[in-house]
Structures are given as structure tokens and as C-alpha cells.
């Protein structure tokens, strides 16, 4: 089955430490995304990348860095710079074809650092 | 920029009522409009989407959404619901030219009562 992967469910980390994040996608889509959802703010752009070795800071991109060297795979790192890392972590992918366009999202992480 | 503006962050209905769920947008240029159902723990599903064409949109599980452009709106509508659709709903744009980024609303947590 095709589909977003990420790893793993639910990630606690001590304070000051960094932690990644995995997405995996066998959907052959070009498009990449990691957004953050906390309560009543719905979901913010972290970063996205539309082909590989590329990507661009969305709206919340600091503290967080990614990398995308393979078209599958984008993993998130939250930084010990992030303020605020506990939240919701989102990955998605799509492509553009015509009325075929959308973003399939993955079932998420869910970080606490404490 | 786009903004979403979800104007209830809360609906309660009861079982096999109609219900709707408000969506305005902002955005100086043409925009594809989206909704997507969270369940809890979840990742985004997508329920319908606007690329263009007709403006009545019908989607998954009996949902249909109207795009009204004059109002910039694009409001969720179900004529009889189920306990199953409580969940999170969160209407998104994204332009039609440039990178495929959404711009989320806030959400609507619909909670059906029996």
C-alpha cells in the first residue's frame, strides 16, 4: 500500500536535547511538507521541499532544520533552539497533476519535551 | 498572504441534524480551496477540494462544500450526521501558481450528540 510513514508515534526527549523526526513516503510524490499543530491554532508550515536537495523555510522554521537527499525520505530535527518543541508533528507529500492535486499527510508524531 | 478564518471553533449537534461548518479565506490572487477531517491522534484526511469547475464540491461520507467566490467562502455542509464525524475539521487554501503550501484555518471540533 502506498502511503506516508512517520516515526515513531509518541517521542519524549529531555530538555536541551535534539531529536529527529521520520518521514518516509512511497508515493513517488516530488512535494514534501512537515507542518506543527497545536490545540486551536491549527497546523503552521515548518518547512517544505519540492524536489531533492532542496527546501524552503515555511512560516515557523526556527529551531527546526531538515535535509531531503533521497525523493522518500525528509526527516525534521527540533532543535534545542525551539522555544516550544512540544506539539504535534505533521509530515505530507503531493504531487500536481491536474485535478489529482493534494496533500496526503502521514499519521504524525507526537513530541513532549520536558 | 492567504488566511483561513474558521468561525466556530466548536459545533454541537445532535444526531441526524444538518450541520455547517463556516470557512472564509483572504487572498489577492486564485486560490484551490480544501477541507480535511482529523480524527483524534490522527493524521489529515482529505474530505473534498476545490480546484475549479462547478462550485458545488461533493465529497467523502456525504459531505459537499460550496465555493463562493464573491463572499470568499467555502462552507461544509452535511444534511444528516453520525456519531462517527465527531472529529476536528480544518478548512486550507493554497495558491494556484507557486509552491503547493496550505494555509490552514484554526479547525472546527464537530461533536455529535445523541
Known amino acids: 500500500d502506498g502511503g506516508i510513514t512517520q516515526s515513531p508515534k509518541y517521542l519524549f526527549r529531555k530538555e536541551g536535547q535534539n531529536v529527529t523526526l521520520s518521514c518516509e513516503q512511497n508515493?513517488?510524490?516530488?512535494?514534501m511538507y512537515w507542518y506543527r499543530q497545536d490545540p486551536g491554532q491549527g497546523l503552521r508550515l515548518i518547512y517544505y521541499?519540492?524536489?531533492?536537495?532542496?527546501?524552503q523555510k515555511g512560516d515557523i522554521a526556527e529551531g527546526y532544520s531538515v535535509s531531503r537527499e533521497k525523493k522518500e525520505s525528509f526527516p525534521l530535527t527540533v532543535t534545542s533552539a525551539q522555544k516550544n518543541p512540544t506539539a504535534f508533528y505533521l509530515c505530507?507529500?503531493?504531487?500536481?497533476?491536474?485535478?489529482?492535486?493534494?496533500?496526503?499527510f502521514g499519521p504524525g508524531t507526537r513530541l513532549t519535551v520536558t | 498572504a492567504q488566511s483561513v478564518t474558521q468561525l466556530d471553533s466548536q459545533v454541537p449537534v445532535f444526531e441526524e441534524a444538518p450541520v455547517e461548518l463556516r470557512c472564509n479565506y483572504s487572498s489577492s490572487v486564485s486560490v484551490y480551496l480544501f477541507w480535511y477531517v482529523q480524527y483524534p491522534n490522527q493524521g489529515l484526511q482529505l474530505l473534498l477540494k476545490y480546484l475549479s469547475g462547478s462550485t458545488l464540491v461533493k465529497g467523502i461520507n456525504g459531505f459537499e462544500a460550496e465555493f463562493n467566490k464573491s463572499q470568499t467562502s467555502f462552507h461544509l455542509r452535511k444534511p444528516s450526521v453520525h456519531i462517527s464525524d465527531t472529529a476536528e475539521y480544518f478548512c486550507?487554501?493554497?495558491?494556484?501558481?507557486?509552491?503547493?503550501?496550505?494555509?490552514f484555518g484554526q479547525g472546527t471540533r464537530l461533536t455529535i450528540n445523541p
Open positions: 521541499s519540492q524536489i531533492v536537495n532542496d527546501f
Open positions: 508515493l513517488n510524490h516530488d512535494a
Open positions: 505530507a507529500s503531493s504531487m500536481f497533476l491536474g485535478t489529482r492535486y493534494e496533500q496526503y
Open positions: 486550507a487554501v493554497s495558491t494556484v501558481q507557486g509552491a503547493q503550501k496550505l494555509v
